[in-house]
């Protein structure tokens, strides 16, 4: 069955960096685009970033374009997402979710990872 | 951008009422919407896809509908673990709408 685990969520200072992690199982990890998605204590849900997957396209939101980078480690089967210039607003839950069709983006996201809390705070 | 406003915030049903949730895009986004569920410490669960589309897994007492700017969500008749919080999302930007929260009455 498909699994996502994120991992590497702590507690950083307003303006340092972190990497978080997810691996990826039960599924051809190389055919499917794969998102970042983010929920603040007690808010909604936030889409982040995704890419292609081939890891040729990338997409941000605005809230990180510019701070955030997507990647993918195909012989990893993981999904990464390097957070830079971190604010307290960037405080949250971060998942990974897996988008729904084979080779492309439809921007619906059909598995989702139970998330790593990522804490912004001096 | 689209923003897609979610009505009512709350709302208060019985186990075996038919619910109904509304999501109100800002711009006409086609049938391009789908809706989650989510419940408290858990991830969100894809519901519905292409406006009615049942995601795989999912049962027959959920449906969607609607097109262009005005969608919904229905669930004929609610079972104890449908209470939760509802999402719609657009696929064009990926947005989310501030969700729903459905609960016992």
């Known amino acids: 069955q498909v699994q996502l685990v994120e991992s590497g969520g702590g507690v950083v200072q307003p303006g340092r960096s972190l990497r978080l992690s997810c691996a990826a199982s039960?599924?051809?990890?190389?055919?499917?685009?794969m998102h970042w998605v983010r929920q603040a204590p007690g808010k909604g849900l936030e889409w982040v970033a995704v890419?292609?997957?081939?890891?040729?396209?990338?997409y941000y939101a605005d809230s990180v374009k510019g701070r955030f980078t997507i990647s993918r480690d195909i012989s990893k089967n993981t999904l990464y997402l390097q957070m830079n210039y971190l604010t307290t607003d960037d405080t949250a839950v971060y998942h990974c979710?897996?988008?729904?069709?084979?080779?492309?983006?439809?921007?619906?996201?059909?598995?989702w990872g139970q998330g790593t809390l990522v804490t912004v705070s001096s | 951008e689209i923003v897609l406003t979610q009505s009512p915030a709350t709302l208060s049903l019985s186990p075996g009422e038919r619910a109904t949730l509304s999501c109100r895009a800002s711009?006409?986004?086609?049938?391009?919407l789908a809706w989650y569920q989510q419940k408290p410490g858990q991830a969100p669960r894809l519901l519905i896809y292409?406006?009615?589309n049942r995601a795989t897994g999912i049962p027959a007492r959920f449906s969607g509908s609607g097109s262009g700017t005005d969608f919904t969500l229905t669930i004929s008749s609610l079972e104890p673990e449908d209470f939760a919080v509802y999402y719609c999302?657009?696929?064009?930007?990926?947005?989310f709408g501030q969700g729903t929260k459905l609960e016992i009455k």
């Open positions: 979710a897996k988008d729904l069709s084979f080779g492309e983006f439809t921007g619906y996201f059909d598995y």
């Open positions: 039960g599924f051809t990890f190389s055919t499917y685009a």
């Open positions: 890419i292609s997957y081939d890891g040729s396209d990338k």
């Open positions: 711009q006409g986004v086609s049938t391009y």
């Open positions: 292409d406006a009615s």
């Open positions: 999302q657009q696929r064009s930007k990926y947005t």
